[in-house]
């Protein structure tokens, strides 16, 4: 069943260029056939795939297969090939199966759109790529699937291209990434250099040998990654693309700005884990920088109008917890984390665009209200995706995983009490942001009428999400309930287990820790927002609270401080030079030659004489020379 | 023979075109047509031939070699021979001199049996600079290849087409001079070193000169060859050059004439003189990346797209320079894989910007927009250009970006870190392409087509070519390869000789 | 062969006729005797070679002398076809009146 690999990435790749060659021709259903079965038939095939890896695991830990040698320079040979590990299986089954759902999702919500085919064979290449990015077996074709995705999530977050504003948002996101990119190509070159390969299991088997333990070697080249992480998985300071990206359609934000591309960064470090572990600086770094994104997006998250940025917003924060447990070590709690994140993210994202969709394109949450009773379905749906957000306690996927990585925060051997401090907040603004987002939705007055309900292609898609939003947290439980390790045994083959400075049978008092920040930061907003609406009125009209609210809305005043820094002088140098001032200096000689010819041919008079004259004389000075002379 | 049979099928095909337009309008260009497709053919049947049989470690490069006396008392001759890297170059032309004469099919209406005269006889120039093994020679093609770009660009250019003209000309031909002062400088050391005055390639190939000498000589190629590339400081006829010209001249200028350069730098700087192109190496290595950042920004600012274009090569080109003067394998192949991928990449683009010319009359991207509504074939393919020149991964350009880099930095790691932010300002510009042409609110242009069949045929050909080298750029690699690894050779028997004149940083470097 | 004319005279003769031509050339605007002027300038140059080659006992000089008067013949048949066309078209022979090649 090896051979079937290359299946995978392919089928979508197929699926695309049909859609690009053809999809003017096809009529809608064509498309959408083409489009979600693509994608469905690569789910087949790794389920197909992963039921072979997990029933007779291979030799090595890993299937692999080689297509062609890309090029052969010099020895430097990378080549197109594939490998699949546990951790690779984990993503391809979250992309391919999540990616097919929200396939589905889209035939509906796209379905009145003039650019159909245009939309389904973006999200076909995107498929691809991101599969690429997870299958590759050498960091070269990984940094295909890498800048495949952006340019991927470039194109679809400006699909509605007419608008500028979109495409001003997608080539925010796109240089943004672009940037971390960069570092992380020069972080590709030094590895090579060091290495003298790029192929992924060489460099993991090889670098615990070549460089020693914390040499800064190490670190900078753990850093350049992590500049590459941090770019394409939006944290601080690179994170101000993803709340803009919303500009795309609701099922983009679902697959590509929630569910899988915004964590290629959180696949990179894991895969990359044992550079990591080799600088201690590093691996801090990583998680500082989790830390800080997880409590600064959820405070901006607390503060948001739109549906949807809100829920960028609660992005950047939960992928911010995924970097806190990269960095403490925590290597599968980070991985569960993320599989959990995509199916409760993706949930609430459709579920959004569902109710943006019904309401007529209506993005503001205070436009919205009392959707409870009139769609049921998507209230539901989104009730589940909201608790597993906000890790309501043994019901929902989202407790077990981000439980895993409050508790390794403390107890891990590079976690700290101010680690877990900051995770214990973002719990609680976790959870209060979520609730916030309950009420102004779905509770109240309804101040919006509806257009019409989403049909059965939109909400089976959601069902089936909020069925694994509750169903995939019993995958893995903490040991004192049920000490069931299912998902950290299957990914240990790849990563190491985290190791513990704190004694287990502490645990249960960081639990109602958390039980208690969760039902906090509930019962607070529940306070404010529904039962007693007027002490938030009366907060409202504080300045400094004014002032702390516009602070947040505007991210932290990031995107302002970037324009002052970059763009501004960048486009302001652009515009001065814009004639070239390297040209002057040529039209400089030019204006020189040219005011010499001015006053010589004004000695051309035209009249014989005056010539006459000039060589006489000529010829007397001459003479003249010659005699004193 | 097969080399004079080329240029002699140009030259006669050029004439032809030039008799016969005199009568009918419309038989120059099915001349100009039949005879570089005869010449491509030729070439691509010569490629295929040689492919099997290149061999990366064989001592004798070259594939061809023709001589014949010319003016024996000077030692001149005519010597013609290639080896993979002129065979590559040599098929680029013979492919972009098709497209040349598809996309001026419509557009060029007045004097047409001049004008594929023209355009026979640039083909002609640089076909011979890539194949001349004659100093003279070289000298005589590269000259030739100047003056009917001159009359293209002057009588079919565009509203401000005679002062690009000019600047091209002059520019050219003064560094051109300086390049001839050198080549006599070179040809009278050489006969005094041992009595045999000879322009021949090879035997002037290990003149000893005195080292202060044979920088001034040096300088001399370099500056000339500097300002074809273009680099840094030289750039400035480039973009007015480009904007003016019609397509056709756009797409050669861009696809062959600066290919000349970066050719003349490998072939003859490097080999001719190493321990003064050592000396050379870091500043060449910094103007280099000067360009790379410049271009870029310069890009950005433009209004005019086959401006924007024009400055997104001088970007591209300072990738080359740094390349070759970064001197290792790695650098050489992404800089032969540049050459290629550049001349297709940005070639396709200015034919795009002659195809948007041609229906709505402007190239001022501020008058454009919302265009992929209209034509969402050209969109698709204006996009998927836009990513081969910002460097996407499996594109052509890519592979040419990433080897470049990849060798530079095993020389300089800070060079390096400064040209990749070069990735990031081709990002910024090649996006504001899309923008701020296809998409944004549309105009009303009234009722405009999408591609015609001849459009389409010549952007898949280009489409195809672009994404099959970033997937597999072996074939060129490998016809390369030999003519690299005998440079690579050269200069580390050269380095061992000098010593301590070449300071690599290798600190990174196990 | 002894001559009672010394060369210094003839030298001066030539020189005296020399400028008188130039000072025709230059004052007169008619192209007419301007033409005449510069003819009385060759003279006046044949007359120069004549006495140079007398006093060295040479032929050159009286060789020049004939190619001098060749060319004259020749000048003068183009130059009064060139005024006769000049004249058809301006209708003037005045020389200020066909100031047009001026830079």
């Known amino acids: ?629 | 023979m097969i080399l004079v049979w080329l240029i002699g099928i140009l030259m006669g095909g050029g004439t032809a075109a030039l008799v016969l337009g005199q009568w009918n309008k419309t038989i120059p260009r099915w001349i100009a047509l039949v005879t570089v497709l005869t010449g491509f053919l030729l070439i691509l049947i010569f490629w295929m031939d040689q492919y099997q049989t290149i061999d990366e470690h064989s001592a004798d490069v070259w594939l061809i070699d023709f001589k014949r006396d010319w003016i024996l008392s000077f030692g001149i001759s005519f010597h013609l021979a290639i080896d993979g890297l002129s065979l590559l170059l040599l098929v680029l032309t013979g492919f972009l001199g098709i497209l040349a004469v598809l996309c001026s099919w419509k557009e060029i209406t007045e004097r047409t049996g001049f004008y594929y005269f023209n355009l026979l006889w640039i083909l002609v120039g640089v076909s011979g600079v890539f194949m001349a093994m004659d100093l003279f020679l070289f000298y005589f093609f590269w000259e030739v290849m100047l003056i009917p770009m001159y009359f293209l660009i002057g009588i079919w250019g565009s509203e401000n087409r005679i002062y690009a003209a000019y600047k091209f000309f002059i520019f050219t031909q003064a560094s051109g001079l300086l390049m001839l002062l050198a080549i006599l400088g070179l040809y009278f050391i050489h006969g005094q070193n041992t009595g045999i005055y000879t322009f021949n390639y090879f035997e002037l190939l290990g003149t000893v000169i005195p080292s202060g000498t044979g920088l001034w000589l040096m300088m001399g190629f370099f500056v000339a060859f500097a300002v074809k590339l273009p680099v840094f400081p030289f750039h400035t006829w480039l973009p007015d050059a480009h904007s003016e010209a019609p397509t056709a001249g756009s797409l050669i200028l861009a696809g062959l004439l600066l290919k000349t350069g970066a050719y003349g730098l490998l072939r003859f700087v490097i080999p001719l003189f190493p321990v003064a192109a050592a000396q050379m190496a870091l500043p060449a290595m910094i103007l280099g990346v000067i360009g790379i950042v410049y271009g870029a920004v310069l890009a950005y600012s433009q209004t005019d797209l086959k401006r924007l274009v024009a400055f997104t090569s001088v970007s591209h080109m300072g990738f080359v320079l740094t390349g070759i003067f970064a001197f290792n394998e790695l650098a050489f192949q992404g800089v032969v894989m540049q050459l290629v991928t550049h001349a297709i990449s940005t070639g396709a683009l200015f034919i795009m910007a002659g195809m948007i010319k041609e229906r709505l009359h402007t190239r001022d991207i501020n008058q454009m927009g919302g265009l992929w509504s209209r034509m969402p074939k050209m969109g698709a393919i204006g996009l998927l250009f836009a990513m081969a020149s910002l460097g996407l991964p499996g594109l052509g350009n890519f592979i040419a970006e990433f080897l470049i880099l990849l060798g530079a930095f095993k020389v300089s790691i800070w060079i390096t870190v400064i040209a990749t932010l070069g990735l990031i300002f081709s990002a910024v510009y090649s996006l504001r392409i899309v923008q701020k042409i296809f998409w944004g609110p549309q105009d009303g242009y009234g009722n405009i087509r999408d591609f015609s069949l001849r459009e389409i045929l010549v952007m898949t050909v280009l489409t195809l070519s672009i994404v099959g080298l970033g997937l597999y750029p072996q074939p060129v690699i490998d016809t390369a390869s030999p003519a690299i690894h005998k440079l690579v050779l050269l200069l580390e028997a050269d380095k061992s000789n000098i010593g301590k004149e070449i300071k690599y940083q290798e600190s990174y470097v196990r | 062969m002894n001559s009672s004319v010394s060369t210094e005279i003839v030298m001066l003769l030539a020189g005296l006729l020399f400028v008188l031509g130039i000072t025709g050339v230059v004052i007169r605007k008619n192209i007419i005797f301007m033409l005449l002027s510069v003819e009385i300038m060759l003279n006046a140059s044949g007359l120069a070679f004549i006495a140079a080659g007398a006093r060295w006992g040479q032929p050159d000089g009286q060789v020049m002398f004939i190619f001098i008067l060749a060319m004259a013949a020749a000048e003068v048949s183009i130059g009064l076809a060139l005024i006769l066309q000049i004249y058809h078209q301006h209708k003037s022979l005045d020389i200020d009146k066909l100031r047009e090649m001026n830079g």
């Open chain 1, 1 to 629: 069943m090896n051979n079937l690999l290359w299946l995978i990435p392919a089928l979508p790749l197929a699926g695309f260029l049909i859609l690009v060659a053809a999809g003017k021709h096809l009529s809608n259903k064509l498309v959408a056939l083409t489009g979600v079965g693509s994608i469905s038939l690569a789910a087949v095939v790794t389920i197909i795939v992963g039921f072979n890896f997990l029933s007779s695991p291979p030799e090595g830990g890993a299937y692999a297969q080689t297509l062609w040698t890309w090029m052969d320079v010099a020895g430097f040979s990378p080549k197109i090939a594939l490998s699949l590990d546990s951790l690779s299986l984990v993503f391809i089954f979250v992309i391919t199966f999540i990616g097919s759902l929200i396939h589905i999702y889209s035939a509906g919500f796209m379905a009145a759109d003039k650019d159909y085919s245009r939309f389904f064979a973006c999200m076909n290449l995107f498929v691809f790529s991101m599969l690429v990015l997870v299958l590759a077996d050498n960091l070269l074709l990984m940094y295909l699937g890498w800048e495949g995705v952006g340019l991927c999530s470039y194109l679809l977050i400006g699909f509605w291209y007419e608008n500028p504003a979109n495409g001003y948002a997608a080539r925010k996101a796109f240089v943004i990434t672009r940037i971390g990119d960069t570092a992380m190509a020069l972080g590709l070159f030094t590895i090579y250099y060091q290495f003298g390969t790029l192929v992924m299991s060489e460099i993991t088997a090889t670098a615990p040998s070549v460089w020693q333990s914390n040499s800064s070697i190490a670190t900078v080249t753990a850093l350049l990654l992590l500049a590459g992480g941090m770019g394409k998985s939006a944290q601080l300071p690179l994170q101000t693309w993803l709340p803009d990206a919303m500009a795309g359609p609701s099922p983009v934000s679902a697959l590509i700005h929630a569910a899988t591309m915004v964590t290629a960064g959180v696949y990179l470090i894991a895969r990359m884990h044992v550079l990591f572990e080799l600088s201690a600086t590093a691996q801090m770094i990583v998680a500082v920088v989790g830390a800080v994104t997880l409590l600064v997006a959820g405070f901006s998250a607390l503060t948001q109008y739109d549906i949807k940025r809100v829920l960028a917003y609660s992005t950047i924060s939960q992928i911010g917890y995924m970097f806190l447990a990269l960095g403490v070590g925590a290597w599968t709690a980070a991985i569960f984390h993320f599989m959990a994140h995509a199916f409760f993210k993706a949930l609430l994202f459709l579920a959004a665009g569902a109710i943006i969709e019904a309401l007529g394109h209506e993005h503001s949450m205070f436009k919205m209200g009392g959707l409870k009773d009139k769609m049921p379905v998507v209230f539901w749906t989104f009730l589940i995706g909201a608790a597993s957000l906000s890790a309501l306690p043994l019901v929902s996927a989202g407790f077990y995983s981000k439980d895993q990585i409050l508790w390794y925060a403390w107890a891990s051997d590079k976690g700290s009490p101010l680690l877990w401090l900051t995770a214990f907040l973002g719990a609680f603004t976790t959870a209060a942001y979520t609730t916030r987002m309950m009420i102004l939705t779905f509770l109240g007055d309804s101040k919006t009428g509806i257009g019409h309900h989403p049909g059965k292609l939109m909400t089976i898609p959601l069902i089936v999400l909020a069925f694994f939003s509750v169903v995939a947290g019993f995958i893995e439980l903490p040991h004192n309930f049920g000490h069931f390790t299912l998902f950290s045994d299957l990914l240990h083959g790849v990563l190491p287990s985290t190791v513990l400075r704190a004694d287990e049978s502490s645990e249960w008092k960081f639990q109602l820790l958390a039980f208690v920040a969760t039902f906090g930061g509930i019962y607070l907003v529940f306070i404010y927002y529904y039962r007693e609406p007027y002490k938030i009125e009366r907060l409202r009209e504080s300045p400094s609270f004014q002032w702390l609210y516009r602070f947040w809305h505007g991210g932290w005043g990031f995107d302002r401080l970037f324009d002052l820094v970059f763009v501004t002088p960048f486009v302001f140098l652009a515009k001065i030079n814009k004639r070239d001032v390297v040209d002057r200096f040529y039209e400089g000689i030019a204006s020189v030659t040219n005011h010499l010819y001015r006053l010589l041919s004004a000695t051309q008079t035209g009249s014989l004489r005056w010539y006459i004259m000039g060589m006489v004389i000529g010829a007397i000075i001459i003479l003249g020379l010659q005699i004193m002379l």
